[in-house]
């Protein structure tokens, strides 16, 4: 499997903010935070067209309650990840057999959430790094994977480094 990599689309931010304006009025919880994540969220840096939503709630017993709702606005439930992180709810939207929207279901302010938004921003503000980290990405898109997860976990070590960095 190749992993494809475009060069930054500004229109991934109106992409998110329409997905945004639909989850707000789907979860109606008042300590509900919806963020855009992942190297879409980051201007820019080249990224898989794929949007990441993180959504964190307040009180996680909530989020299954909220797993059929969001399956109304065409997103797949993913469930077979539940044995690794009980933590997260993950759903995959796709457009014609392409995905196009991943969304994260966690607690608010746990290490996931913190580690998600701290990445980003970390990026955000630093383009060496963000630089640096896109140079990674076209160089492990060029090698052949078994699966996502193979060249999920390929970009690990660089971002554990800089997760490490603002703990």
């Known amino acids: 499997m190749k992993v494809h990599i475009e060069k930054y689309n500004p229109n991934w931010a109106a992409q998110f903010l329409k997905e945004y304006n639909l989850l707000v009025d789907l979860i109606n919880e008042s300590d509900v935070a919806i963020e855009h994540i992942g190297s879409t969220s980051v201007e820019g ?91 990674l990405k076209m160089n492990l898109s060029k090698k052949e994977w078994s699966d996502r997860d193979e060249y999920t976990k390929a970009k690990t070590d660089f971002i554990r480094a800089i997760e490490v960095k603002i703990d």
Do not use: C, Q
């Not at 995959?92 to 290490?111: A, Q, S």
């Open 45 to 135: 840096l080249g990224a898989k067209p794929v949007i990441d939503i993180m959504i964190g709630l307040k009180d996680f017993s909530t989020a299954d309650y909220h797993i059929i709702n969001i399956k109304k606005l065409g997103y797949n439930y993913i469930s077979k990840y539940e044995n690794v992180m009980p933590y997260r709810r993950f759903f995959i939207k796709e457009i014609n057999g392409k995905r196009t929207h991943h969304i994260h279901m966690v607690e608010i302010d746990t290490n996931h959430w913190k580690r998600h938004i701290g990445f980003r921003d970390y990026l955000r503000n630093d383009k060496v790094v963000r630089d640096n980290y896109f140079e």
